[in-house]
């Protein structure tokens, strides 16, 4: 491996380290959840399988964003694998008050009272199993309970940007 590669830990540069994660293209997803009588969502790309039996699947949020208290205290979340076509709903769900996120917004709820983001290529809708701590975020891993799927093409990120992977 190259020498100029190796970081100093004690002394790591978290924008260096931002951008070499950026080289890892990712899917975009918008992970939802109901609590206290109230639509949560955000962004997200951290989003993976973790077993198919049972069926496990995980994503991590940061413990200092608003909506933390509802994703890790409302028993269950959804994830809706974006498509192509829909960067400007990822990057709705970046930034905005989760009322401003979820307004106008076309979802469809489920009977678990959570929402899928209509136009979604994939969605599972899963029942927390457990919280794992992990540095500045804590990773939800759930049961998927339902899920759905369609053969369109999805949003993806890398290096920083949104693109469309084609099939």
């Known amino acids: 491996m190259n020498a100029d590669a190796h970081l100093n830990l004690e002394a790591l ?3 260096a380290l931002k951008e070499a994660m950026g080289c890892f293209a990712t899917g975009i997803t918008v992970v939802t959840t109901h609590y206290k009588g109230a639509d949560y969502g ?3 790309n951290s989003f993976n399988t973790v077993s198919l039996d049972p069926a496990l699947v ?3 949020v940061q413990k200092t964003t608003a909506s933390h208290e509802a994703f890790t205290n409302s028993r269950g979340y959804t994830v ?3 498509g192509a076509d829909q960067e400007a709903v990822a ?3 970046a930034r905005g008050t989760s009322a401003e996120r979820f307004a106008g917004l076309p979802v469809t709820r489920l ?3 959570r929402t899928v983001i209509d136009g979604s290529v994939a969605w599972f ?3 927390l199993e457990k919280i794992v701590e992990a540095g500045d975020h804590d990773v ?3 049961r998927v309970l339902e899920f759905a799927s369609t053969p369109a093409a999805p949003l993806g990120y890398v290096h920083g940007r949104f693109i469309g992977l084609g099939s």
């Open 125 to 127: 809708d899963c029942v």
């Open 42 to 44: 955000m962004t997200c």
């Open 140 to 142: 939800l891993i759930g």
């Open 58 to 60: 995980l994503w991590s």
């Open 13 to 15: 540069n978290h924008a």
């Open 80 to 82: 809706s694998i974006l």
């Open 111 to 113: 009977p678990t009272n």
């Open 91 to 93: 990057r709705r769900f």
